[in-house]
């Protein structure tokens, strides 16, 4: 199993944990436009109560990569959860959480409705 899965795993399980909700990988729909489908790393399962009321992802910033093209993914990330009919809408982190924080310094306003996570000592640590 590859390192970016064991930990979206890890995740799910601390989600579990906190909110007592099963996730799983899965395609929703955009902005209710017909066709027009993301797939998350976090979607609440169909065999629950929780059906579509939570909704997010996973982003590792463990490797060293273009500082500049993560902070252009969250904002991806945050504009794609904003148009997806749930609940609780957030994006984990683990690595740098530099990275996360930075953009959320200048652009908190713009998440409005998305919750940041970052993963430390086993933990979920809301940003």
């Not at 998350?40 to 500049?68: H, L």
């Not at 945050?78 to 749930?86: F, I, N, R, S, T």
Request: aromatic share 14%; proline share 1%.
């Amino acid at each position: 199993m590859s390192k970016s899965k064991e930990f979206e795993d890890k995740v799910r399980q601390l989600i579990y944990a906190k909110w007592g909700v099963k996730l799983e990988e899965k395609a929703v729909n955009i902005g209710n436009v017909a066709g027009c489908e993301m797939k998350f790393d976090y979607v609440s399962t169909t065999d629950s109560k929780f059906d579509g009321c939570f909704a997010g992802d996973a982003k590792d910033y463990n490797v060293k990569r273009n500082f500049s093209a993560e902070k252009s993914g969250i904002s991806e990330y945050v504009w794609l959860l904003q148009k997806v009919d749930a609940v609780h809408k957030f994006l984990v982190f683990r690595g740098n959480r530099q990275i996360p924080e930075s953009w959320l310094r200048r652009w908190r306003s713009l998440a409005e409705g998305i919750e940041f996570y970052f993963v430390e000592d086993n933990e979920l640590v809301r940003l």
